[in-house]
């Protein structure tokens, strides 16, 4: 029983992995308010409504923004908004357990990251809209594809981190036990 | 209607045709003499047209619906959209007035009534024209209740002249079938009666209806109409609950008519202004020449009104206002407006209008016995958007002959008839197996391959698939109404196979599945044009169905399941065209809009009715119920006939919208016009041509009282236009600040047009000399459009940006991105995606602020339209492109620039829209294409719509099909229109489902096909490479014709076989290929190629068709053989040509109709007579380079060619310019361009396509 770094790497990875899976969970939220709309015409056909509506999908696509950009009246609440991203955390943080097992040289934990780590890289570097910096365009994000491929995603994303959340319980028992 | 202004009466009664009296039993009166009181010829019959009270039978003037004469000695066939053409040309003449709607057992009972959703009575008075005031002079008054609800429009149409026009058109056709409707079909004007929402001067619910418990007035039964009408709304008869308003307003209506020729009894002046104050409002908005010439006729006197009217407040004396800042060079003294003559009355004459207008709807609508309590308990329990207060349930409809079908020249039940007893005679020379009796057995593919197509071979699998069912093929669904959902198999293709010369290309189904040999087949396009498919319906869905034109599938048989549409390889989607200029169209107006319960889908002709009180929703299934206003059908004055009425009989209506529909008031109409006045854009000069265009329309921008105007002009400054009447001349307020965008003074900016028009000419006249000395090179496009923004934001409205190079100051500045050396490469195209997102950004902004901004670039260098193009896409705008623009040098471009403004400027116009497309459940939509913000899964949000903007949707199948026959898609547009009323669209389209692959081949639409990978292939090229789109169309074509060929046919491989639907498949992906959004290897600038893929996204189907595959005629020897008649002019239709240099002779002329663009090829050895005749000049060698016009000579070739491209431009939204090529000028190769099916050095030729296919389908 010793607390070797490895150990350590579990521990942290545990509780950040919490994190991750309420980004998971905050993400299936946001896609499911966009995908959700009232069928009323009367709402819709309603100015304020479509105002509300416009500004609800740019909340959400900015709070999925992977950095912060200039957006017209974005200096006004930048700072809010820099707080409300989330992409980039989450990116971040996966990144970091990728690093931390590395170093551990928990190769099997490694491996099994690693293709979500790519896929990240992927996503981030491989943005829907030519030079936005948005990781999801307002305009496109509404297509029933493209939205039922983010809620795919989101769903896929969630089901993996509570995985590895139970595998990195398993392994920080594991490690603090066996070593 | 759409008559000059003025037209007598006689004529109109003389252009009754005969057809139509006979059909009339009212023969007699309908087809009067020419009698000095023409009012009084249809009294009688009209008199005859009792309705149970409470219902108003509002006789409504849907829309021009007397454009197309088709008597019966005139089966003419018509350019689709031969009545948009002119606006205001006067072209319409006398006789295209009437319509005589063939007399068809399915038509629509006469155009003619509409029930009034507001009150009876004065709907009646409003809506029949002259005939009421043959019954009784008392029936006038009836007038007055009607117009107090438009007191603001009355006002305006004060013309006496125009009431003749109106009376002219009182003679609608009537079908013979329904007979004990004859008699009021005589003199059923359709009138667009009075179901406006009375928006007057600014109160938006000045409307009201409800409160059952008012004074009841009587139960009428069988009275006449006028009488009993007369006594409901007459002021004096009328217990007025606020009598003082009654009092009020007979005054009132009187005063409003500057009664030039006032009729003995007086008020039916009143009528008189009140008819032609719908009929030009209706007009409008259907975009009727002749209204709008009405319009603009009595204007004059508008304007006295207005002012007076939308500000209460205007002070008369307006030169005591001090000019202080008076531009440097507007320095036209303006004088005090004198026809701001304010009038004191009218201010009292609105209100009391309005008012009276209240008493009389509650008055009238008390009588209706059927609106029930327990009708609105039903509606109320969960209906949360309309007709919650259906106490006043008066509906008005104007059920219009059911036209589209006639649309193509001859009427749909007409040439039924005639198809029927005389098989269609084939108009190409193809030798067609169809007509030839041959056995339909299965050939073995070896022998058919000698005969290439010559054999009518019914596939086997088709024959399988045919057998069941024509044996179990049953209406699915309990269909009351008779609607024969699904009819057996065999006698469908007998009807089609009859049907055949109905549209030239529905061939019957075998026909459009006998395989071709595409490479053995040499002439495969026809010499007629092709037409949309027709589905495979029952004759009766056949007719009800929506037009082509306005709404199109990709597959006319829609596959069971996912599996078989991946099988089939086939892309699946819509095409819509939903604000089309349409000559006829129902309108409705009913307090309660008959809705499915769970799904909101209106109802439609597809729908089945359980019995008399439930109908089943065609979408989701759910079993709503009828309501009570629903059972009375006005039509036919019975009762309990639910599925008779004018919803269930038109897949395409528009309703007019409740209050419920709007949670603010309707916006009026706004518009800003943001100009580009750097020192590049007055070197171009296109402020003449705007300013010039602006002053010649300005009195025909749609809208109504409360329209209002700005103009924005930016260099490195921003400058905006005090134009606040009152001043003497218009005031520059200049911001040079464009970091931070402010608006120098709250108000004022935008301004009525009614009341600042003299300061408004002031400006248009000034503009175009104030910046000549201009050196100002900058460009702060961005802060302008912020600008323009925060002016708009408030209202919502149109902008239109003019802009003339590259933004180059402030926010959303741009660099040029193009490389010219790369214009001409074969590999990667970059730059097709915006360079920021500042206009897109922008562009959601103003789309949630329901502004639309639309793109004038008249550009000489780069500007980059790919980033300036989002600031229209997503606002749902529309985008112009003028390359190399020049007012001198580039006279073409000029005239272009000119027409297109007239078009853009006069057209029809909804502001605030939203569409909703539903489709059957099982079917879903993913990706949608066009100009809009997708605002939810379903809803595109539309901030202004306009009838050139066209709509693709891809859909996919979710779950199976198999419980069901037919699949309907409906297209709901909510929309303000430009008079400020709520309006809905509502297209249906009703396909059937099919489970063989081969009956999914047998209904390729292959031109919506097209469109739709067109659309795609633009996403594909912007998200990814403009290669993988030029890939993934040709692989459109491998696999289709592969999986055709390896699951239909048994033909071998060695052969390319192509269903007959699918064998334009090729040549069009071959066409798009070569189009200049997707070509390469071929010089193409940048922008050029941008703005393509644009219209590519946003032109309707029929533009986009011309664009992708222009049309070739000869036209060196027009005859008149098959030609048609349209207005009286003799039309030739040559046959097409194909698209290849093999067919340009050097003896011929040749016209090429690319949609935006018409050439005139002349041949080096062309005739002289046709250089003498139709050039105007006396051999090839004096013919100009640059030739734009066709001299108009007397000669019979001149004349068969003008009429000929008249025709051509007749209906088109862009006007197309006309250019004479020579053979040997170097603007030759703009025309061969388009020759697609040639080779070039850098693509392939059509067979060498077709070779290429083959290989890709062999590997």
Same mark, same amino acid.
């Given at each position: 029983m010793a607390f070797t770094f490895a150990a350590f790497c579990y521990m942290l990875s545990l509780v950040l992995c919490a994190a991750l899976i309420f980004f998971a969970i905050w993400h299936i939220i946001a896609f499911d308010e966009l995908r959700t709309?009232?069928?009323s015409p009367i709402d819709q056909c309603n100015p304020v409504h479509a105002r509300e509506r416009l500004r609800n999908i740019e909340r959400i696509c900015f709070l999925l923004r992977k950095v912060r950009g200039a957006t017209p009246?974005?200096?006004?609440?930048g700072l809010r908004e820099m707080k409300q991203q989330l992409v980039l955390p989450e990116y971040s943080i996966h990144s970091l357990f990728c690093i931390m097992f590395l170093c551990a040289q928990e190769w099997l934990t490694l491996g099994l990251n690693v293709p979500l780590l790519f896929y990240h890289f992927w996503r981030y570097f491989h943005?829907?809209?030519?030079?936005?910096?948005?990781?999801?365009?307002p305009p496109v994000v509404m297509n029933a594809d493209t939205l039922s491929y983010c809620q795919k995603e989101a769903w896929c994303k969630l089901a993996f981190y509570l995985l590895s959340f139970f595998y990195y319980l398993y392994c920080m028992i594991y490690t603090l036990v066996s070593s | 209607m759409s008559a000059p202004a003025g037209s007598p009466h006689p004529a109109a009664s003389a252009r009754i045709p005969p057809k139509f009296g006979g059909a009339a039993a009212s023969g007699p009166t309908a087809s009067t003499?020419?009698?000095?009181?023409?009012? &009084?010829?249809n009294g009688p019959a009209q008199n005859q047209?009792?309705?149970?009270?409470?219902?108003?039978?509002h006789q409504n003037y849907?829309?021009?619906?007397?454009?197309?004469?088709?008597g019966p000695g005139k089966m003419t066939s018509l350019p689709l959209d031969s009545q948009c053409?002119?606006?205001?040309?006067? !072209?319409?003449?006398?006789?295209?007035?009437?319509?005589?709607?063939?007399? =068809?057992?399915? &038509?629509?009972?006469?155009a003619q009534q509409m029930y009034g959703r507001g009150p009876p009575a004065p709907h009646i008075v409003g809506s029949t024209p002259g005939s009421f005031q043959g019954a009784a002079? #008392?029936?006038?008054?009836?007038?007055t209740s009607a117009s107090q609800s438009y007191s603001s429009f009355v006002? /305006?149409?004060?013309?006496?002249?125009m009431y003749s026009t109106n009376s002219s058109v009182a003679s609608q056709g009537f079908p013979s079938t329904c007979g004990h409707y004859a008699m009021s079909t005589v003199s059923n004007?359709?009138?667009?009666?009075?179901?406006?929402?009375?928006?007057?001067?600014?109160?938006?619910?000045?409307q009201m209806f409800t409160s059952?418990?008012?004074?009841?007035?009587r139960p009428v039964k069988d009275h006449s109409f006028s009488g009993q009408k007369t006594a409901a709304s007459h002021p004096s008869l009328l217990p007025p609950p606020p009598p003082s308003s009654q009092q009020h307003h007979q005054p009132q209506s009187l005063s409003g008519?500057?009664?030039?020729?006032?009729?003995?009894?007086?008020l039916p002046q009143a009528n008189d202004s009140l008819i032609r104050n719908h009929a030009g409002s209706l007009n409008m908005s259907s975009s009727n020449p002749a209204s709008i010439v009405a319009d603009s006729s009595s204007y004059p006197v508008t304007q006295n009104v207005h002012s007076s009217k939308s500000s209460p407040v205007v002070s008369t004396g307006v030169s005591g206002v001090s000019s202080s800042r008076i531009p440097p060079t507007a320095n036209h003294p303006v004088e005090p407006t004198a026809s701001v003559t304010t009038q004191p009355s009218d201010l009292l004459q609105q209100k009391g209008m309005q008012y009276g207008e209240y008493v009389n709807n509650q008055a009238s609508s008390?009588?209706?016995?059927?609106?029930?309590t327990s009708d609105d308990e039903e509606e109320e329990?969960?209906?949360?958007?309309?007709?919650?207060?259906?106490?006043?349930?008066t509906s008005s409809a104007?059920?219009?002959?059911?036209s589209y079908d006639a649309l193509e020249g001859g009427s749909y039940p007409d040439m039924l008839s005639s198809s029927t007893s005389?098989?269609?005679?084939?108009?190409?020379?193809?030798?067609?197996?169809?007509?030839?009796?041959?056995?339909a057995v299965p050939q073995p593919s070896k022998l058919a391959k000698p005969f290439g197509y010559g054999y009518p071979i019914l596939q086997p699998g088709y024959q399988n698939a045919a057998a069941p069912l024509s044996s179990?093929? &049953?209406?699915?669904?309990?269909v009351y109404s008779g609607?024969?959902?699904?009819?057996q198999y065999p006698s469908v293709n007998q009807l089609s196979s009859s049907l055949?010369?109905?549209?030239?290309? #529905?061939?019957?189904q075998p026909e459009s599945l006998r395989p071709v040999n595409l490479t053995q087949e +040499?002439?495969?396009?026809?010499t007629t044009p092709v037409w949309a498919p027709v589905p495979n319906l029952s004759l009766d869905l056949k007719k009800l169905n929506c037009s082509p034109d306005s709404f199109r599938c990709t597959?006319?048989?829609?596959?069971? *399941?996912q599996a078989l549409l991946n099988k089939a390889k086939l892309p699946l989607g819509l095409l819509l065209h939903p604000f089309r200029d349409l000559t006829q169209l129902p309108v409705i107006t009913s307090?309660?809009?008959?809705?499915?319960?769970?799904?909101? =889908?209106y109802i439609n002709p597809?729908?089945?009715?359980?019995?008399?009180?439930r109908w089943k929703c065609n979408l989701c299934y759910r079993v709503n119920d009828v309501p009570e206003e629903f059972m009375y059908n006005p039509l036919t004055?019975?009762?309990?006939?639910?599925?008779?009425?004018p919803e269930v009989q038109n897949s395409t209506v528009e309703f007019i919208a409740s209050?419920?529909?709007?949670?603010?008031?309707?916006?009026?109409?706004v518009y800003l016009f943001v100009l580009d006045v750097s020192h590049n854009a007055v070197e171009a000069g296109y402020l003449t041509i705007l300013c010039q265009s602006l002053l010649e329309n300005l009195d025909k921008?749609?809208?109504?009282?409360r329209t209002r105007i700005g103009f924005v002009t930016f260099d490195s400054t921003i400058h905006f236009y005090n134009?606040?009447?009152?001043?003497?001349q218009p005031q520059m307020l200049i911001v040079?600040?464009?970091?931070?965008v402010f608006l120098?003074?709250?108000?004022?900016?935008?301004?009525n047009l009614h009341e600042s028009k003299e300061l408004i000419k002031d400006l248009l006249n000034a503009l175009p000399n104030?910046?000549?000395?201009?050196?100002?090179? /900058?460009?702060a496009l961005g802060p302008a459009l912020q600008a323009a923004f925060k002016l708009m934001s408030p209202t919502g409205g149109r902008v239109s940006v003019f802009q003339t190079q590259l933004?180059?100051?402030?926010?959303?500045l741009l660099q040029?991105?193009?490389?010219?050396?790369? +214009?001409?490469?074969?590999?990667v195209v970059q730059? !097709?995606?915006?360079? *920021?997102?500042f206009y897109k950004k922008l562009a959601l902004d103003c789309s949630g602020q329901q502004t639309a901004v639309d793109l004038f670039l008249l550009s000489s260098?780069?500007?980059?339209l790919a980033s300036l193009a989002c600031i229209s896409k997503y606002s749902a705008g529309c985008i112009y492109y003028y390359p190399s623009f020049h007012y001198t040098h580039n006279p073409s471009q000029a005239e272009k620039l000119q027409k297109d403004l007239k078009r853009y400027l006069t057209r029809k116009i909804g502001f605030e829209a939203v569409m909703r497309i539903r489709c059957t459940k099982g079917l879903s939509m993913h990706t949608f294409h066009g100009n809009?913000?997708? +605002?939810?899964?379903?809803l595109l949000s539309l901030a202004n719509i306009n009838p050139d903007a066209g709509f693709a949707v891809q859909l996919s199948i979710?779950?199976?099909?198999?419980?069901?026959?037919l699949v309907c898609f409906q297209t709901a547009l909510l929309y303000t229109s430009s008079k400020g009323e709520r309006r809905i669209r509502v297209h249906t389209l009703c396909l059937p489902v099919v489970s063989s692959l081969a009956d999914v081949y047998a209904g390729v639409d292959v031109q919506a096909s097209i469109c739709l990978l067109a659309n795609m292939a633009v996403d594909r090229s912007v998200s990814s490479s403009l290669s993988d789109a030029r890939d993934a169309l040709v692989n459109a074509v491998v696999d289709s014709l592969s999986a055709y060929g390896s699951?239909?046919?048994?033909?071998? /491989?060695?052969a390319l076989i192509a269903p007959n639907s699918l064998k334009l498949f090729p040549l069009y992906v071959l066409a798009l290929l070569k189009q200049k959004a997707f070509r390469?290897?071929?010089?193409?600038?940048l922008d050029d190629r941008v703005y393509a893929m644009c219209q590519i996204k946003s032109q309707p189907l029929v533009h986009l068709m011309k664009m992708i595959h222009p049309n070739l005629y000869?036209?060196?020897?027009?005859?008149?053989?098959g030609a048609i008649h349209v207005n009286d002019r003799v039309v030739p239709q040559p046959p097409l040509q194909k698209l290849?240099?093999?067919?340009?002779?050097?003896e011929g002329a040749f016209l090429m109709d690319c949609g935006s663009v018409f050439y005139i090829w002349v041949g080096k050895g062309c005739e002289n007579s046709f250089i003498e005749d139709? !050039?105007?000049?006396?051999n090839f060698a004096s013919v100009?380079?640059?030739?734009?016009h066709l001299p108009e000579l007397d000669t019979l070739s001149s004349e068969r060619t003008r009429s000929f491209i008249t025709w051509l431009r007749d209906g088109r939204p862009l006007s197309p310019v006309l250019h004479v090529v020579k053979?040997?000028?170097?603007?030759?190769t703009e025309f061969f361009q388009?020759?697609?099916?040639d080779r070039t050095e850098a693509a392939f030729s059509y067979y060498e396509f077709l070779l290429h296919v083959q290989q890709q389908i062999c590997k």
């Open positions: 709309d009232f069928k009246g974005g200096e006004r609440k943005c829907p809209a030519d030079s936005s910096e948005l990781a999801y365009d | 003499d020419p009698s000095p009181a023409p009012h &009084q010829q047209m009792q309705v149970p009270s409470g219902y108003g039978i849907v829309s021009p619906s007397g454009h197309y004469s088709q053409d002119d606006y205001y040309s006067g !072209l319409y003449t006398v006789p295209t007035q009437n319509v005589i709607p063939p007399s =068809t057992t399915n &038509q629509q009972p006469g002079p #008392s029936a006038s008054h009836l007038h006002n /305006h149409y004060n013309s006496p002249a004007a359709v009138y667009p009666s009075a179901s406006y929402p009375s928006l007057p001067a600014g109160d938006p619910y000045g059952p418990n008012t004074p009841a007035i008519y500057n009664a030039v020729s006032w009729s003995p009894s007086g008390a009588p209706t016995p059927l609106s029930s329990e969960e209906d949360e958007e309309a007709g919650v207060d259906s106490s006043s349930t104007s059920p219009v002959p059911n005389s098989p269609a005679p084939e108009p190409a020379p193809d030798p067609d197996p169809a007509t030839a009796p041959a056995p179990g093929g &049953q209406p699915s669904g309990q609607f024969q959902q699904y009819p055949g010369g109905l549209s030239l290309q #529905s061939s019957p +040499r002439n495969i396009l026809p597959l006319t048989n829609i596959p069971q *399941t307090n309660t809009i008959v809705r499915c319960r769970s799904c909101r =889908t597809f729908v089945s009715f359980i019995d008399q009180r004055r019975s009762y309990g006939e639910p599925h008779k009425r209050s419920d529909y709007m949670l603010r008031p309707p916006q009026p109409a921008l749609p809208g109504d009282s134009l606040q009447e009152g001043l003497s040079s600040d464009i970091d931070d120098p003074t709250p108000d004022s900016l935008l301004v104030m910046f000549t000395n201009t050196r100002e090179t /900058h460009s933004p180059s100051l402030g926010a959303g040029s991105r193009e490389d010219p050396n790369q +214009r001409s490469s074969t590999k730059h !097709l995606g915006p360079a *920021t997102d260098q780069y500007s980059d809009f913000f997708v +605002r939810s899964t379903d979710e779950e199976s099909l198999t419980d069901t026959s699951t239909v046919s048994n033909f071998q /491989h060695s390469t290897g071929t010089s193409t600038r000869r036209i060196d020897r027009l005859t008149d053989e290849s240099a093999e067919k340009l002779t050097r139709v !050039l105007g000049y006396p100009p380079q640059k030739m734009t053979d040997e000028s170097p603007a030759k388009h020759l697609i099916e």
